[in-house]
T-cell receptor, first 114, second 113 residues
């Protein structure tokens, strides 16, 4: 149980384009989803927390207009990186938690901006 | 906010030996402490967790201990195997579930033959 699916797993795109990443909880209702960013050989840095049906809470230093988060249902959250630039290249990971569940992570999305 | 420190950053052991990774936290309100294993390029996987009403928890070769007074918790892996090689992260949060996790900086464990 507690499977979290993240898609796509790998994205390569040109600078200036927008990229949408999906995170789905497959077998439980995720009341809260989290979005992380991880640089090579570093820890996971929380970007934002989203609760179903409400606006995401962003961590300090994370631009909410650049990283758009939507959590429209109890099983789906999306992260859109708008007007992506090379410095946005990173490994993005989502996690999902139900009321009585610990956080379970998706497989991550490796984003490369050329 | 919460601050989690993790040591060592790298750990190399011989196959069959034990490995211990230690973490300290700063917020006395934290009461949920999970440990994640992450292999290169893959998702962090929850391997064990402990809540503050328990001092120790064990699952086969893996155990976690918690000292609330000192605000530190440790991961113990016995009879290490090459497949235990990975990066291990400790984390802390309040209650768990929908509350955000604060992660440690990670420990690269290498189990040598």
């Amino acid at each position: 149980g507690a499977v979290v699916s993240q898609h796509p797993s790998w994205v390569i795109c040109k600078s200036g384009t927008s990229v949408k990443i999906e995170c789905r909880s497959l077998d439980f209702q995720a009341t809260t989803m989290f979005w992380y960013r991880q640089f090579p050989k570093q820890s996971l840095m929380l970007m934002a927390t989203s609760n179903e049906g409400s606006k995401a809470t962003y961590e300090q230093g994370v631009e909410k207009d650049k990283f758009l988060i939507n959590h429209a249902s109890l099983t789906l959250s999306t992260l859109t990186v708008t007007s992506a630039h090379p410095e946005d290249s990173s490994f993005y990971i989502c996690s999902a938690a139900g009321r009585s569940q610990p956080q379970h992570f998706g497989d991550g999305t490796r984003l490369s901006i050329l | 906010g919460e601050n989690v420190e993790q040591h060592p950053s790298t750990l190399s052991v011989q196959e069959g030996d034990s490995a211990v990774i230690k973490c300290t936290y700063s917020d006395s309100a934290s009461n949920y402490f999970p440990w994640y294993k992450q292999e290169l390029g893959k998702r962090p996987q929850l391997i064990i967790d402990i809540r503050s009403n328990v001092g120790e928890k064990k699952d086969q070769r893996i155990a976690v201990t918690l000292n609330k007074t000192a605000k530190h918790f440790s991961l113990h892996i016995t009879e290490t195997q090459p497949e235990d090689s990975a990066v291990y992260f400790c984390a802390a949060s309040q209650t768990g579930g929908g509350n955000k996790l604060t992660f440690g900086t990670g420990t690269q464990l290498k189990v040598e033959l």
